[in-house]
């Protein structure tokens, strides 16, 4: 980019919460350490209360510093998507950029951008976590083919989300960019200060699944895996962290089935950016033992900390965690994840995946972000 820019991103930040908040402030953060004037339009209603599975949509922690953030979108409102369309349309920004994850927004999104684009002006770049969404719902695909015929190029955080943009879209360029470090977490702790802070005892090794749970994070393939004999005398313990987005009744079935409840910690609340941290550094090793994926965050906050991680073969999650190296790629079924967990521990293999990790990640750059949206962007916004 030769000139500074106008860009404005249209999504999740403060005073929502998780991780699509937390990629749109880090990116545009990085946007205006390079010069340019960027800000955001986030939702004054994200999903309605009925739609929401979570406790709540608001963070607890403060806003973000020296990030300008503009409460203004309500994703079920037509006529605010119009006013919001009409007032971004006069501010004619040069860079118009969307994180879209879910077709519910895509109405939402579809039309502001359509109306921002009679300016004759912004371009409309929109990053895309699933074109596919992996819950699937009647109208899935007419939704998220409005929105691809709103935008003027696609970025994708994985070859798998690339391959299925190919049914929405043969024109518009599509970039491949994987996500980057979630690097805005603090710098790492001791495992024992970090044990302590969460009144971990000292004297067991852990295995921790993170983030919000929902069925296609295969959390129950992992509560079956940690019923295996072999795992019950290596003093391991599973810390579950994360809210449920689903039905907890399944999971607590396992545990109980299973006499699990000494081998398992259930932290379910949000766990908030500030206690990232505490998690991560506490943990021997990260499991994501989804029976879905196209990338995953947890990953990205994982490498920041350098930690080791036990990913499932699907989707393009594989793509991130070279195998024997920062981890190990197993099926989605609990006596492969049992078997790498017990190969893990029993071949003393953490010092050695740490290592490789910190080297691994320096691939996954901001900077590489920044590069890939102005690649679909065509450059169409210089003059």
Not at 101 to 111: D, K, N, R
Not at 282 to 310: C, R, W
Request: with cysteine.
């Amino acid at each position: 980019m030769t000139k500074p820019l106008k860009i404005v991103l249209i999504g999740s930040a403060h005073p929502l919460r998780g991780g699509l908040a937390t990629f749109n402030e880090r990116l545009i953060r990085e946007y205006r350490k390079n010069g340019h004037q960027a800000f955001i339009y986030t939702f004054s209603l994200q999903y309605p209360s009925v739609l929401f599975p979570g406790k709540t949509q608001r963070s607890s922690e403060p806003a973000p510093a020296n990030l300008p953030v503009y409460v203004k979108v309500n994703s079920i409102n037509p006529l605010n998507w119009i006013r919001v369309g009409l007032e971004l349309k006069r501010q004619k920004p040069d860079l118009v950029l969307v994180k879209y994850w879910i077709p519910f927004m895509a109405p939402c999104f579809g039309t502001i951008c359509r109306i921002i684009k009679k300016n004759h002006h912004s371009v409309v770049v929109t990053i895309i976590d699933n074109i596919i969404p992996h819950e699937k719902r009647p109208g899935d695909r007419l939704l998220s083919r409005f929105w691809a015929r709103s935008v003027d190029g696609f970025v994708a955080m994985s070859h798998a989300v690339i391959k299925d943009l190919e049914t929405f879209n043969t024109s518009k360029p599509a970039v491949y960019c994987p996500h980057p470090l979630y690097d805005n977490f603090g710098d790492a702790t001791t495992k024992e200060k970090a044990r302590q802070k969460l009144h971990l005892d000292p004297g067991f090794k852990y295995v921790l699944f993170f983030g919000f749970i929902r069925d296609y994070k295969g959390l129950d393939l992992l509560l079956n895996a940690f019923s295996d004999p072999e795992l019950k005398v290596l003093n391991v313990k599973l810390l579950v962290a994360g809210e449920f987005y689903c039905d907890p009744k399944p999971y607590m079935e396992i545990i109980a089935k299973h006499h699990l409840e000494e081998q398992v910690i259930m932290s379910n609340d949000f766990i908030p950016d500030s206690q990232v941290v505490h998690y991560f550094c506490a943990a021997d090793l990260v499991v994501q033992p989804y029976k879905t994926a196209t990338q995953s965050g947890v990953t990205q906050i994982a490498y920041h900390f350098n930690k080791p991680m036990i990913i499932t073969n699907v989707g393009g999650l594989a793509e991130f965690v070279p195998d024997g190296k920062v981890g190990y790629v197993v099926e989605p079924n609990p006596t492969a994840i049992a078997s790498a967990i017990h190969r893990f521990y029993s071949e003393n293999r953490e010092q050695e995946f740490s290592q490789q990790a910190a080297i691994e990640k320096q691939k996954y750059s901001w900077e590489n972000m920044v590069k890939a949206i102005e690649k679909a962007a065509q450059n169409r916004y210089e003059p």
